[in-house]
């Protein structure tokens, strides 16, 4: 059964570095085709891409994102990190990792994390 | 504003069938796969449809997908009032290095 489930920090203040773990079980980011990626959600909008890292390390941002973001993977922790940089008020949303195949793009999502940026 | 276009809202009755459009370009849709995600409220979004037109096991086949040019659509049919939720689309731009779009979403609302 593949699962994942997002975990850091609900409250940021403005200007602070946000760090997300994805920690994933019944899938290895070691094998081909295999991908993880960072969606979020707005509260009451829609979905928004955030970065993809893939079986064989390379990596995806989003273009207007792309200068805030990091994404990294341990395989042997079956761990996928996000780190955006200078949040703001309006990057609060609900957070989700999801697998991402080249079959089947986002198949399972984790039950995301919301995350509220305020002083 | 969302790289894929969808309309905000669309309707109908048990029974009914109703038609979601998304609507992209050459580098996403017109190229590519897509895909269709259906967001119960409160819940994380689930796939629906992978490449254009595939369903899921799971999935019924009251749920079905297409595509032509650089547009797609989900179609529902039978509608049931446990259908009511958004519904996203999404598919991979060839822009740039690569990243993936999705749809500014669907309320569904079953009357």
């Known amino acids: 059964q593949v699962t994942l489930r997002e975990s850091g920090p609900a409250l940021v203040k403005p200007t602070q570095t946000l760090t997300l773990t994805c920690t994933f079980s019944g899938f290895s980011l070691s094998t081909s085709g295999m991908c993880v990626s960072w969606v979020r959600q707005p509260p009451g909008k829609a979905l928004e891409w955030l970065a993809l890292?893939?079986?064989?390390?390379?990596?995806y941002y989003s273009t207007s994102l792309k200068t805030r973001l990091t994404i990294s993977k341990d395989t042997s922790k079956n761990q996928v990190v996000l780190t955006m940089t200078n949040m703001d008020p309006v990057d609060t949303a609900t957070y989700y990792c999801?697998?991402?195949?080249?079959?089947?793009?986002?198949?399972?999502w984790g039950q995301g994390t919301m995350v509220t940026v305020s002083s | 504003q969302s790289v894929l276009t969808q309309p905000p809202s669309a309707s109908g009755t048990p029974g009914q069938r109703v038609t979601i459009s998304c609507s992209g370009s050459?580098?996403?849709?017109?190229?590519?796969?897509v895909y269709w995600y259906q967001q119960l409220p409160g819940t994380a979004p689930k796939l629906l449809i992978y490449r254009n037109n595939q369903r899921p096991s799971g999935v019924p086949d009251r749920f079905s997908g297409s595509k032509s040019g650089t547009s797609a659509s989900l179609a529902i049919s039978g509608l049931r009032s446990e259908d009511e939720a958004d519904y996203y689309c999404a598919a991979w731009d060839d822009s740039l290095s690569g990243f993936w779009v999705f749809g500014g979403g669907t309320k569904l609302t079953v009357l």
């Open positions: 999801a697998r991402t195949t080249t079959v089947y793009a986002f198949d399972i």
């Open positions: 890292i893939d079986w064989d390390d390379d990596k």
């Open positions: 050459s580098s996403n849709i017109g190229s590519n796969y």
